[in-house]
């Protein structure tokens, strides 16, 4: 797709925002980009800005996230530096790493949304993903088997000691 501004180049930046209601899409190349840059983007967005922006949802109440609202609401303060969630939710900052603990639960949400998942996984080369996702799986099946034989679920014990040899033999 060629830039609709300069007609030469290839378009590599797509730009979707609504106007009046209406989705409107500009395809241009980085030089027509860093031309027009001042007169899209009044002001660059900062990860603060945009971590305020989604924890205000939060505060508010969104559909998304309405059981934590109560949560959110409480008064509960970091026993390091005294940050309360209100208060990170405004800054879009944590106060010290204690914050991290003492807010956790209601960030798993935040990152669940965002990410797909509350645990960082990283990329892995295309070549291992399969072998390690076969690897992660018994792990996760191995301390299910654990917690069914805890509770004395027999049955469910050995539909998982069943389901980790197949995925050995099929390593």
Request: include cysteine.
């Given at each position: 797709?060629?830039?609709?501004?300069?007609?030469?180049?290839?378009?590599?930046?797509?730009?979707?925002?609504?106007?009046?209601?209406?989705?409107?899409?500009?395809?241009?190349?980085?030089?027509?980009?860093?031309?027009t840059e001042q007169l899209t983007m009044d002001t660059p967005i900062s990860f603060q800005s945009f971590l305020k922006?989604?924890?205000?949802?939060?505060?508010?109440?969104?559909?998304?996230?309405?059981?934590?609202?109560?949560?959110?609401?409480?008064?509960?303060?970091?026993?390091?530096?005294?940050?309360?969630?209100?208060?990170?939710?405004?800054?879009?900052?944590?106060?010290?790493?204690?914050?991290?603990?003492?807010?956790?639960?209601?960030?798993?949400?935040?990152?669940?949304?965002?990410?797909?998942?509350?645990?960082?996984?990283?990329?892995?080369?295309?070549?291992?993903?399969?072998?390690?996702?076969?690897?992660?799986?018994?792990?996760?099946?191995?301390?299910?088997?654990?917690?069914?034989?805890?509770?004395?679920?027999?049955?469910?014990?050995?539909?998982?000691?069943?389901?980790?040899?197949?995925?050995?033999?099929?390593?």
């Amino acid at each position: 797709m060629r830039c609709e501004r300069c007609q030469q180049n290839l378009a590599t930046v797509h730009v979707t925002h609504i106007h009046n209601g209406e989705k409107v899409e500009h395809h241009l190349c980085e030089q027509c980009t860093k031309e027009t840059e001042q007169l899209t983007m009044d002001t660059p967005i900062s990860f603060q800005s945009f971590l305020k922006g989604l924890l205000g949802m939060t505060m508010e109440g969104s559909p998304q996230f309405g059981k934590y609202q109560s949560q959110t609401q409480s008064h509960t303060a970091c026993p390091v530096c005294g940050m309360t969630y209100r208060e990170f939710a405004k800054v879009g900052k944590f106060g010290c790493a204690v914050c991290y603990q003492t807010f956790g639960e209601r960030l798993d949400p935040i990152f669940k949304s965002l990410h797909g998942s509350s645990t960082h996984e990283g990329k892995q080369p295309q070549k291992t993903t399969q072998e390690l996702r076969i690897k992660r799986e018994i792990v996760k099946l191995k301390k299910l088997l654990s917690e069914a034989v805890d509770h004395e679920e027999f049955e469910q014990a050995v539909k998982l000691r069943d389901k980790i040899r197949e995925l050995e033999k099929g390593e």
